[in-house]
């Protein structure tokens, strides 16, 4: 690791401040992504804002109905929260199906929404990459890209964005509360939360300068049958290659949202719209647009697929 | 060829005798200090209570907890395998909690309880996961033996406690079965196999807290 000083903040307003004002400066909470990128230098930060005691790591209810949950709530916390549990089910299990035990004991709410692709050719930096280097090229078009985006991609970038947690929270219409380095709180959604690549992969989400992330908020439960499927190269501790998490509504009315094919969590009106009409026709409007390579084409057969799977789960159910 | 007294256990339990002296002499006002690393200061003071015992250490913000117990308290119980959170053999438990000590700053921890490997127990005082993996012959090499165990410990906990896996087919039925415990042993890796082995042991161990 490159060196760099540390320091613990003591409040929200005063690490925002501190982080916009320190060149090179980065927030640290759970680290598990941070610092296995700092190893490799990929990351390189002058200065780290040690987050975790700034008391964000409570759930609770808003007025209207819905769940605050704390930027630092730890994965596992989340996951096993009895309300998550019970009206937000499939939040509980993309939790759940992402890392190993360990990590989700450390990794937090905020910095789940933050983790960086695990394209190859980001962690390789041997190679270009737009995203690491700007306008260094991308190793991945032309190479080898089997596990990455086929959504969303660019002429710059084809990076996966590899959450589960974050594809639960876009199929649940979460938003993201922050508050910037002029002390000025405001409420992004998450469809706008993470950035398409562009000209611009490095630009990943729509912080500002210092801006810190406060907390996550859930809208009110919508009820339904909560799925997540994710489907990977080992049965435990790997990263999507295509995941699905759905809301199947008792009314018809159904939603979904896709890991491991987006460059960004996706989620597509059309594709819920075509809830009624059954597996293929929501995979066919999900997967408009796709652009994908011989390495990852594989991709829009299994999303198909796994949407079929997720349709006799809930038939069985019901 | 070395002498028949002197083994390579022995020789790392007296180093760890020795390192377990020098750290004890340290400064008070670890609080105070961190204020003047923010000023880039280099070293960082750190207190942590490791295994049941206090200790204050001077470290480069650098320094992962990993390498604080390894290479600063020597603890060499907990490996260093990948060092990039991918094979668990670094595993500690930090406040009740297993983590991957690789994946994360000494400094970050500072006044927080640490368990490790010779924490849990002794050879002549094992804890009853560590008997366990030797009547299960849960292990070959050894290598990731520790953080196996470690993780173990916690693992049962974890069910103990209520917390739902990727494989509890009831987010609010959580029980122990073989598929829990492979799914929630996955982030520790053993290149030997001795997998079946350690979910009997662990196996084992839960049938004992249960009676």
């Given at each position: 690791?490159?060196?760099?000083?540390?320091?613990?903040?003591?409040?929200?307003?005063?690490?925002?401040?501190?982080?916009?004002?320190?060149?090179?400066?980065?927030?640290?909470?759970?680290?598990?992504?941070?610092?296995?990128?700092?190893?490799?230098?990929?990351?390189?930060?002058?200065?780290?804002?040690?987050?975790?005691?700034?008391?964000?790591?409570?759930?609770?209810?808003?007025?209207?109905?819905?769940?605050?949950?704390?930027?630092?709530?730890?994965?596992?916390?989340l996951?096993?929260?009895?309300?998550?549990?019970?009206?937000?089910?499939?939040?509980?299990?993309?939790?759940?199906?992402?890392?190993?035990?360990?990590?989700?004991?450390?990794?937090t709410?905020?910095?789940?929404?933050?983790?960086?692709?695990?394209?190859?050719?980001?962690?390789?930096?041997?190679?270009?990459?737009?995203?690491?280097?700007?306008?260094?090229?991308?190793?991945?078009?032309?190479?080898?890209?089997?596990?990455?985006?086929?959504?969303?991609?660019?002429?710059?970038?084809?990076?996966?964005?590899?959450?589960?947690?974050?594809?639960?929270?876009?199929?649940?219409?979460?938003?993201?509360?922050?508050?910037?380095?002029?002390?000025?709180?405001?409420?992004?959604?998450?469809?706008?939360?993470?950035?398409?690549p562009?000209?611009?992969?490095?630009?990943?989400?729509?912080?500002?300068?210092?801006?810190?992330?406060?907390?996550?908020?859930?809208?009110?439960?919508?009820?339904?049958?909560?799925?997540?499927?994710?489907?990977?190269?080992?049965?435990s501790?790997?990263?999507?290659?295509?995941?699905?998490?759905a809301?199947?509504?008792?009314?018809?009315?159904?939603?979904?949202?896709?890991?491991?094919?987006?460059?960004?969590?996706w989620?597509?009106p059309?594709?819920?719209?075509?809830?009624?009409?059954?597996?293929?026709?929501?995979?066919?409007?999900?997967?408009?647009g796709?652009?994908?390579?011989?390495?990852?084409?594989?991709?829009?057969?299994?999303?198909?697929?796994?949407?079929?799977?997720?349709?006799?789960?809930?038939e069985?159910?019901? | 060829?070395?002498?028949?007294?002197?083994?390579?256990?022995?020789?790392?339990?007296?180093?760890?005798?020795?390192?377990?002296?020098?750290?004890?002499?340290?400064?008070?006002?670890?609080?105070?200090?961190?204020q003047?690393?923010?000023?880039?200061?280099?070293?960082?003071?750190?207190?942590?209570?490791?295994?049941?015992?206090?200790?204050?250490?001077?470290?480069d913000?650098?320094?992962?907890?990993?390498?604080?117990?390894?290479?600063?308290?020597?603890?060499?119980?907990?490996?260093k395998?990948?060092?990039?959170?991918?094979?668990?053999?670094?595993?500690?438990?930090?406040?009740?909690?297993r983590?991957?000590?690789?994946?994360?700053?000494?400094?970050?921890?500072?006044?927080?309880k640490?368990?490790?490997i010779?924490?849990?127990?002794?050879?002549?005082?094992?804890?009853?996961?560590?008997?366990?993996?030797?009547?299960?012959?849960g292990?070959?090499?050894?290598?990731?033996?520790?953080?196996?165990?470690?993780?173990?410990?916690?693992?049962?906990?974890?069910?103990?406690?209520?917390?739902?896996?990727?494989?509890?087919?009831?987010?609010?039925?959580?029980?122990?079965s073989?598929s829990?415990?492979?799914?929630?042993?996955?982030?520790?890796?053993?290149?030997?196999?001795?997998?079946?082995?350690?979910?009997?042991a662990?196996?084992?161990?839960?049938?004992?807290?249960?009676?």
């Amino acid at each position: 690791m490159k060196p760099f000083t540390y320091s613990r903040a003591t409040s929200v307003a005063d690490a925002a401040k501190a982080a916009a004002s320190t060149q090179g400066a980065r927030f640290i909470a759970g680290g598990t992504n941070l610092l296995d990128l700092m190893k490799l230098q990929i990351e390189t930060p002058t200065h780290l804002i040690d987050v975790n005691h700034l008391g964000l790591d409570r759930i609770e209810p808003t007025p209207e109905g819905g769940l605050r949950i704390g930027a630092l709530v730890r994965n596992t916390d989340l996951a096993a929260d009895k309300v998550v549990r019970r009206d937000y089910g499939v939040l509980s299990r993309a939790l759940l199906a992402g890392a190993s035990g360990q990590l989700r004991n450390k990794a937090t709410t905020a910095g789940n929404l933050l983790q960086r692709t695990r394209c190859p050719y980001f962690y390789d930096t041997n190679m270009p990459c737009n995203k690491r280097k700007p306008g260094s090229g991308c190793g991945a078009i032309g190479g080898i890209s089997r596990s990455l985006a086929i959504l969303g991609v660019s002429d710059a970038c084809i990076a996966q964005h590899p959450s589960d947690m974050a594809v639960a929270m876009r199929l649940l219409d979460a938003q993201v509360d922050t508050v910037g380095a002029d002390g000025v709180a405001r409420a992004i959604p998450i469809a706008d939360f993470h950035m398409l690549p562009g000209d611009t992969p490095h630009v990943e989400t729509a912080l500002k300068s210092g801006e810190i992330i406060t907390s996550v908020t859930l809208p009110k439960p919508i009820g339904g049958t909560h799925v997540y499927r994710k489907v990977r190269d080992r049965a435990s501790y790997a990263f999507a290659l295509v995941s699905v998490a759905a809301v199947f509504g008792k009314d018809g009315g159904s939603r979904f949202a896709f890991g491991g094919i987006g460059a960004k969590p996706w989620r597509t009106p059309a594709a819920d719209a075509a809830a009624s009409s059954g597996a293929k026709a929501v995979a066919e409007a999900a997967l408009s647009g796709a652009r994908t390579t011989h390495h990852n084409d594989f991709k829009k057969t299994l999303v198909e697929r796994t949407l079929a799977s997720l349709y006799r789960q809930k038939e069985a159910r019901s | 060829m070395p002498s028949d007294h002197l083994t390579r256990r022995s020789l790392l339990q007296g180093s760890a005798a020795i390192a377990a002296a020098a750290p004890a002499l340290a400064p008070a006002g670890a609080a105070a200090a961190r204020q003047t690393a923010k000023e880039g200061t280099g070293m960082i003071p750190v207190e942590l209570t490791v295994n049941g015992r206090e200790v204050h250490l001077q470290l480069d913000p650098r320094t992962t907890l990993l390498d604080a117990l390894r290479e600063h308290l020597h603890l060499t119980g907990t490996k260093k395998g990948c060092d990039q959170g991918q094979c668990g053999a670094c595993t500690v438990i930090v406040e009740g909690r297993r983590i991957n000590s690789c994946l994360t700053l000494a400094v970050m921890h500072d006044g927080e309880k640490v368990t490790t490997i010779e924490g849990l127990g002794t050879p002549d005082k094992l804890h009853p996961m560590q008997r366990a993996f030797i009547t299960h012959d849960g292990y070959q090499c050894g290598y990731c033996t520790p953080g196996q165990i470690c993780s173990a410990v916690a693992v049962l906990e974890e069910i103990a406690a209520g917390i739902p896996s990727h494989v509890t087919p009831d987010l609010d039925k959580v029980s122990l079965s073989d598929s829990e415990l492979r799914e929630r042993m996955s982030g520790n890796i053993c290149r030997c196999a001795a997998y079946p082995n350690i979910i009997a042991a662990m196996n084992d161990v839960a049938g004992e807290t249960k009676a």
